[in-house]
């Protein structure tokens, strides 16, 4: 099974939520089913605008940071939800798919998203 197989399986010939040239979410029968925008219900497609808009937040404010592995003294946070309340998690390991380089930076960034539209990114809950 390859990704092509799974969009095919998922989209083609179906209703699918997708974002237009002019940044609109559209609802619409498709056979461009191995398009990368392609998602299942709206909220699918508003989690994932919410991880993009998140990607640019952190990338912002990360200012070119990008985690190093191998190097143990650097720190690395990522957000983290507890107990309903999105809060910085200082990381040793990759387990998210978006990291900072500060608790700072990670609280500023929770700031700007705000618990709800993370809890929807982490936890699928509605916007």
């Not at 997708?18 to 497609?45: A, E, P």
């Not at 640019?56 to 309340?85: C, D, M, Q, R, S």
């Amino acid at each position: 099974m390859t990704i092509n197989d799974i969009m095919k399986s998922l989209y083609f010939k179906k209703n699918v939520y997708f974002v237009d040239m002019f940044g609109k979410i559209k609802f619409n029968q498709t056979t461009l089913y191995s398009d990368r925008n392609n998602c299942s219900s709206r909220s699918h497609i508003e989690q994932w605008l919410s991880m993009n808009d998140l990607l640019n937040v952190a990338y912002f404010l990360n200012a070119g940071w990008v985690p190093h592995w191998e190097n143990k003294e650097e720190e690395k946070y990522i957000i983290l939800i507890e107990n309903g309340t999105p809060v910085p998690l200082k990381v040793d390991n990759p387990v998210s798919f978006v990291y900072f380089p500060s608790e700072e930076n990670t609280k500023e960034a929770i700031r700007i998203m705000g618990s709800k539209q993370l809890l929807h990114i982490f936890q699928g809950e509605s916007l």
